[in-house]
């Protein structure tokens, strides 16, 4: 009796048992299953906040320019680009975070969109590939050595407003830094400021302080940018190539003189005198040498510029001292006009180019100043602007090219309502460098060339290109 008792309780023990494992089983495998789904979940909603963050970065590269439905037509700046971990909320739900970088690769003419998405600690990476061509490139819209500044004034309802056509960039800061900013400023296309690897453009073609190349690099002592003449061996070989290498201010005529100091004006004056005098891309003389037809010394006081008073198969004018561009409703020349002026000075415009068809080059090595041109009637033609000091833009108008400070630019519409507003935009269709001949004469060497126009292969058509995604 007593052992059929211990029977049944080690029975029921085990079944008690068995019933435990049982339900420790199915709970176990409900969790899991549970688990499985959830991360499931995760990763697939990680998927498509990954293809947000591709997305995102695909606008980014886009910037449109110029887009039609059967030949897109993007602007874009150098690679590569970086989106930083972006949030990603639908309402005020967050779902999730993004980041994104885009890059070439090793097979020509592609890039790649690479796309990380996270939701709940689990990432999904997405790639996309796209092909693309480039038309050409030129100089950047807006750029600049130092900090840029750009200023509108009210009413809210009609400013006279600043707008301008990226990408604008500045070693410096730039201010306001985005649209959201100021209602009076807009921007199109991207903003960079502190710009590490913004290079401002040199006129020394060898070593700093050495302008013609006759001997090594001389030491600022002083480290206030210029080389005097008591910093040099008083060794009457380095007199002579010191004074070889002091050519600004020139003597009367064509011999070098000098004022026993070397500087950044020595390089600017014996690049366009005397290098490019001999040494153009053609190969031929551009005779901007002292004495020629196309040589204005300082006794003219500041030369002015204005209708019909360039001489015809004239390309570059060079002015040692100021210049001013007259106002002009009337074309300068004959027929389409390619002019490049040079000026050791200021260079002051007020409206600088009529014909469409038309393309100035102004580069100053003091500051350049432009004032109204738009009220009246604005720059149809392209416009390029080097200043190895500031550029100053007051009051309304429309201009289109490039424009370039070493230094600082300042763009203030000064007057309010809408008549004053300033709009600098990128260069018009004949704004193309990527033939070398169309490069505009006597451009500053190492003039910053950032703006890559390109158009993306599409999945249709001759030549297309057929995005590939890829998960992971």
């Known amino acids: 009796m007593i052992s059929k008792k211990g029977f049944v309780i080690i029975l029921v023990i085990g079944l008690i048992a068995a019933l ?99 939701v709940n600690g689990r990432t999904t990476r997405l790639t996309v590939k796209y092909g693309y061509t480039t038309s050409y490139n030129n100089g950047v819209p807006v750029g600049c050595g130092g900090n840029i500044v750009m200023v509108g004034h009210g009413p809210s309802w009609w400013p006279a407003s600043v707008s301008a056509t990226g990408p604008i960039e500045a070693k410096g800061t730039i201010s306001p830094s985005s649209n959201s900013n100021s209602v009076y400023v807009q921007y199109t296309g991207d903003v960079t400021q502190n710009k590490t690897d913004l290079s401002t453009p040199s006129f020394w073609l060898y070593n700093k302080f050495d302008t013609t190349g006759n001997a090594p690099a001389y030491s600022d002592a002083n480290n206030d940018g210029r080389v005097t003449v008591d910093e040099v061996p008083a060794t009457p070989a380095e007199q002579a190539k010191f004074a070889a290498n002091d050519v600004y201010p020139p003597a009367s005529g064509s011999t070098l003189a000098g004022d026993g100091i070397i500087n950044d004006k020595d390089a600017f004056f014996y690049y366009y005198a005397y290098y490019l005098n001999n040494n153009n891309r053609t190969g031929s003389s551009l005779g901007i040498n002292p004495g020629g037809t196309n040589y204005y010394d300082p006794s003219s006081g500041t030369k002015d510029f204005g209708p019909w008073t360039v001489p015809a198969g004239t390309s570059i004018v060079f002015v040692d ?69 500031d550029v100053n833009m007051v009051f309304g108008g429309n201009t289109q090219g490039s424009t370039f400070a070493s230094q600082n630019m300042n763009v203030d519409t000064e007057l309010p309502f809408g008549l004053f507003a300033r709009q600098i935009k990128q260069g018009s269709n004949n704004f193309d460098w990527s033939d070398p001949s169309k490069i505009p004469l006597g451009i500053p060497p190492g003039y910053r060339q950032v703006v890559k126009k390109f158009e993306i292969k599409g999945s249709g058509g001759a030549g297309g290109y057929k995005p590939r995604w890829q998960k992971r």
Not at 27 to 49: P, W
Not at 81 to 86: D, G, H, K, P
Not at 93 to 108: E, K, L, N, R, V
Not at 373 to 382: I, Y
Request: hydrophobic letters at 35%; aromatic letters at 8%; glycine letters at 10%.
């Open 321 to 389: 001292g100021n210049s001013r561009i007259l106002f002009s409703g009337t074309n300068w020349t004959t027929g389409s006009a390619d002019l490049t002026i040079v000026s050791m000075g200021t260079t002051t415009i007020v409206e600088p180019i009529n014909g469409t068809d038309d393309r100035l080059t102004l580069i100053s090595y003091g500051d350049i100043y432009t004032g109204g041109e738009g009220l009246f009637g604005s720059v149809k033609g392209d416009l390029v602007m080097y200043s190895s000091g």
């Open 20 to 118: 435990i494992l049982l339900a420790w089983v199915v709970i176990d495998l409900g969790c899991g299953e549970s688990l499985q789904t959830k991360t499931r979940n995760d990763l697939v909603k990680a998927y498509y906040v990954a293809e947000a963050g591709a997305e995102r970065m695909y606008a980014k590269l886009k910037n449109v320019s110029n887009i039609s439905t059967n030949n897109p037509t993007f602007l874009m700046t150098v690679f590569p680009q970086t989106i930083s971990s972006t949030t990603m909320q639908i309402g005020s739900t967050t779902i999730g975070s993004y980041s994104a970088t885009a890059s070439t690769t090793s097979d020509p003419n592609t890039f790649v969109i690479v796309s990380n998405g996270t």
